[in-house]
């Protein structure tokens, strides 16, 4: 079962960490993701499986989110718009991916305390 309080939660919190991540380059955005996963997971207190659902979901969402006020608000070539909806498409499968380690993550350390 999906928890849509912490789900919304973990959209604001990739969408905050992921822009104060970002000022660091590349890895500083996912590693934002991997710490809102991470808080995710803790908050859903649940299994690996629902938890990981729970990261896949925070992950997409928020970075079609980033992307969309990438195009909006930092691109108005059409060019660069083009090479950010490229590049969105990996960001969005490492957001997954990166969201969905985080989340898992976190339902360990949850189960752990």
């Given at each position: 079962m999906i928890n849509w309080p912490v789900v919304i939660i973990g959209?604001?919190?990739?969408i905050v960490l992921s822009i104060i991540g970002g000022k660091f380059g590349?890895?500083?955005?996912?590693?934002?993701v991997l710490m809102a996963g991470?808080?995710?997971?803790?908050m859903v207190n649940g299994d690996?499986?629902?938890?990981t659902i729970h990261g896949a979901l925070i992950?997409?969402?928020?970075?079609?989110i980033l992307a969309l006020l990438a195009i909006f608000i930092g691109h108005v070539s059409t060019i660069i718009?083009?090479?950010v909806g490229?590049?969105?498409?990996?960001?969005?499968?490492l957001s997954i991916l990166v969201g969905a380690i985080g989340v898992a993550?976190?339902?360990?350390?949850?189960?752990m305390i």
């Open positions: 959209f604001i919190l990739v590349l890895s500083g955005s996912a590693l934002g991470a808080i995710v997971g803790f690996i499986l629902n938890g992950g997409i969402v928020g970075a079609l718009a083009l090479y490229v590049v969105t498409v990996g960001s969005i499968l993550l976190g339902s360990l350390l949850s189960r």
